[in-house]
C-alpha cells in the first residue's frame, strides 16, 4: 500500500513539474519571440516611412521646375494649347507623377494627361484656391467619390507677379497600399487630424483608427475562441483586428502631422512556442508512460518487455531532439547566410549605380559649365540672340543627361531596349559636338574620315553616342603633355560597320586589364575605371564588339566592330 501511494505521489509530483515547465517555457519563448516579432515591425515601419517622404520630397520640385517651363509660360500667355497635353504627357514617365495638370488664371484646365478633365473648371479646389494665395509650392489632400483620397503639389505660374495659370502635380501614393499589404497585416498612415488617409483596408479611408478597428470586431464564436487563445499568449495586447490579438506600432512622418500605424498579427509567435512546448509535452508524456510502465500489475514477463519497449522509445526520442536541435541549427545557419548574401547583392549594385552615374554625367556637366561661362560673357556684351543660343545647348544637355541615367539601368541589371536603325555618321556628329567644350581648351588636331553614304546599325543612338564620348575623353587624357596631339576617327562599312579612334598619346600599358571595371591609370579623383567596362557592354549588348590595341607609330587605336542593319534583316 505504501509503495502505491509512493508511485502515485512521483506521479503527481512529474505532472506538477510539466505544468509548470510548459507554463515557464510558453511565459518565456513567448516575450522572445514576440519581442522580435515587434523588433522586425519596427524596421518596416522605418522603411515603409521613408518611401513615403522620399516620394514626397521628390514630387514638391516638380511644380517649380515646371511653373518655369517657358513652353508653358508661352501657351498660357498666348492661349494656344494644341500641343501643351502632349508636353505634360512626355513629362509624366520622367517625373513619376501621378497626373499633370495646368489651370489658367480662371481655373479652367487647358492641358492635363488625363484628357478627360480638359475644359473641366477646378477653381473651387483646394489647390487652385491655396496656390493662388502661396507664392509657394503647396500640398494639398482631396477626398474622390470613390472614397479613396488624392494627394497634389500646386504652384502658382506667374509673369512679372501676374498669376497666369497654376500647375499642379499628382503624387503616386497609392502605390505603397498594394506593397505593403504583400509584407504587413494592415497599415494605415493618419493625417494631422487623426483621419485615415492610406490604408491597406479600403474601408478604412476617412475614419480615425478607432473606428476602423471597431468596424472589424468580434463577433462570431471562432472569432472569440482565437481572443481567447491570444489572451492565453502573456503579452500585452496592443489591438484586436478581425478578432485576432495583434502588435501595434506607430511613428511620426515629418510632413503635415501625419503618423504612419502597422499591426502585426501573433501568429508566427504561437507556432514557434508551440513547436517548443509540443516537444516538451512530448518529453513529459513518454516519462509518465515509462513511470505506468513500472506501476502495471501484469506479470514479470510483460513488465520486462514493456521496459525493453520504453527503454527503445527513449532512445528514439533522444534522436529526434538531436535532429530537431540539429535543424534548428541549419535554419539559423540558412537565415545568416541568406542575409549576408542579400545585403552584400544590395551593397553590389548601389556601389556600381553610384560609380556609373558619376562617372557616366561628367562630361555633359563640363559641357553645361562652359556654355554657361559663355553665356555670362555675351549676357554682358548684351548679344543676347548667340547667350540665347547657349542656353539652347545647356537645354538639349539636360535632355541628354536624363537620357543617360534612364540608359544607366540597363548597366546593373538586364532590360529589353528598344533598338532603331541609327547612322553612325550622326552618332560621331553628336560626340563631337558633346566634346567639343572640351576639345576647344586643349589645340588637339581631330581628323574625321565618314563615308558619304548611310552607315545604317541597329542600336540605340544615345547609348553609341557614350561610348564615342568615352573614347574620345579617354584619348584626350592620353594626349596630355604631347607636343602636337592629335585624334583621328575613321568610320567605314564592309561586311560589317567600322568605327576607329585613334591617338598619339602614350599607349596602353595593359591590355589584358584594360577593360575591367574600377581599373584605371588615373590619379586618384580623375576617374574610376568604369568607362571602358561600361562601353565594352554596350557594345557587346548590340551585337558587336571592342577591342584595342597599341599602334606601331605611338598610340592606341580603339575599334568598334558592329552589324550593319542590312546583314542584321537578311539574317533574320
Not at 151 to 167: A, D, K, T, W
Not at 233 to 252: C, F, I, K, N, W
Request: proline share 3%; hydrophobic share 45%.
Amino acid at each position: 500500500m505504501r509503495r502505491r501511494w509512493l508511485l502515485r505521489g512521483a506521479v503527481a509530483l512529474v505532472f506538477v513539474v510539466a505544468v509548470g515547465t510548459v507554463w515557464v517555457s510558453n511565459r518565456f519563448l513567448t516575450e522572445r519571440f514576440t519581442e522580435s516579432t515587434r523588433n522586425r515591425a519596427e524596421v518596416r515601419l522605418a522603411l515603409y516611412s521613408g518611401n513615403l517622404m522620399s516620394a514626397l520630397q521628390r514630387a514638391s520640385v516638380v511644380p517649380l521646375l515646371l511653373s518655369r517651363d517657358p513652353a508653358l509660360i508661352g501657351a498660357l500667355n498666348s492661349s494656344d494649347f494644341t500641343q501643351t497635353t502632349q508636353r505634360l504627357i512626355s513629362y509624366l514617365d520622367e517625373i513619376g507623377a501621378a497626373s499633370l495638370m495646368l489651370l489658367d488664371e480662371s481655373g479652367r484646365v487647358v492641358a492635363a494627361t488625363d484628357r478627360n478633365l480638359l475644359g473641366a473648371t477646378r477653381s473651387s479646389e483646394a489647390f487652385f484656391v491655396d496656390a493662388q494665395r502661396s507664392p509657394d509650392t503647396v500640398f494639398s489632400t482631396t477626398r474622390a467619390e470613390s472614397g479613396a483620397f488624392n494627394f497634389s503639389y500646386s504652384r502658382r505660374v506667374e509673369v512679372e507677379g501676374e498669376l497666369i495659370g497654376v500647375i499642379v502635380v499628382g503624387v503616386a501614393l497609392k502605390q505603397f497600399e498594394q506593397s505593403w499589404a504583400g509584407f504587413s497585416d494592415a497599415v494605415m498612415v493618419t493625417d494631422s487630424e487623426g483621419q485615415i488617409i492610406l490604408a491597406t483596408e479600403s474601408r478604412w479611408r476617412g475614419l480615425t483608427e478607432e473606428e476602423a478597428l471597431a468596424r472589424r470586431s468580434a463577433t462570431g464564436a471562432i472569432q472569440r475562441a482565437i481572443r481567447a487563445t491570444a489572451d492565453w499568449s502573456v503579452v500585452p495586447v496592443d489591438a484586436y483586428l478581425a478578432g485576432e490579438a495583434v502588435m501595434r506600432q506607430s511613428t511620426r512622418i515629418p510632413f503635415q502631422g501625419w503618423r504612419m500605424t502597422s499591426f502585426t498579427t501573433y501568429s508566427s509567435v504561437r507556432e514557434k512556442v508551440n513547436g517548443v512546448l509540443a516537444l516538451e509535452i512530448m518529453g513529459f508524456a513518454l516519462l509518465l508512460a515509462g513511470g505506468s510502465f513500472l506501476v502495471s500489475r501484469k506479470a514479470l514477463s510483460r513488465v520486462t518487455f514493456f521496459q525493453r519497449e520504453s527503454a527503445e522509445l527513449r532512445r528514439l526520442n533522444a534522436a529526434l531532439q538531436r535532429a530537431v536541435a540539429e535543424r534548428e541549427r541549419a535554419e539559423k545557419h540558412l537565415q545568416v547566410a541568406e542575409q549576408t548574401v542579400a545585403q552584400t547583392s544590395k551593397l553590389a549594385v548601389l556601389g556600381e549605380m553610384s560609380a556609373s552615374v558619376s562617372h557616366e554625367l561628367n562630361q555633359p556637366l563640363a559641357a553645361m559649365k562652359t556654355y554657361l561661362a559663355g553665356a555670362r560673357l555675351l549676357v554682358q556684351r548684351k548679344r543676347s540672340e548667340e547667350a540665347l543660343a547657349s542656353f539652347h545647348r545647356i537645354d538639349d544637355l539636360i535632355e541628354r543627361m536624363g537620357a543617360i541615367t534612364r540608359q544607366l539601368k540597363s548597366y546593373a541589371r538586364k532590360g529589353g531596349t528598344a533598338f532603331e536603325p541609327v547612322d553612325l555618321r550622326d552618332c560621331l556628329s553628336g560626340a563631337l559636338a558633346l566634346m567639343e567644350p572640351q576639345l576647344k581648351t586643349r589645340d588637339i588636331k581631330i581628323e574625321r574620315t565618314v563615308p558619304p553614304e548611310p552607315v545604317l546599325v541597329l542600336a540605340d543612338r544615345i547609348r553609341i553616342e557614350q561610348v564615342i564620348v568615352n573614347l574620345m575623353k579617354n584619348a584626350v587624357d592620353a594626349t596630355e603633355g604631347v607636343e602636337k596631339p592629335s585624334i583621328e576617327l575613321l568610320l567605314s562599312a564592309g561586311r560589317n560597320a567600322y568605327m576607329t579612334v585613334r591617338d598619339n598619346g602614350h599607349g596602353i600599358t595593359d591590355l589584358e586589364q584594360l577593360f575591367e571595371p574600377f581599373y584605371t591609370t588615373k590619379a586618384p579623383g580623375d576617374g574610376t575605371g568604369l568607362g571602358l567596362a561600361i562601353s565594352s557592354g554596350i557594345i557587346a549588348d548590340l551585337g558587336g564588339r571592342l577591342t584595342a590595341r597599341n599602334s606601331p607609330d605611338g598610340g592606341a587605336v580603339f575599334e568598334i566592330e558592329m552589324p550593319l542593319w542590312q546583314n542584321a534583316q537578311a539574317a533574320e
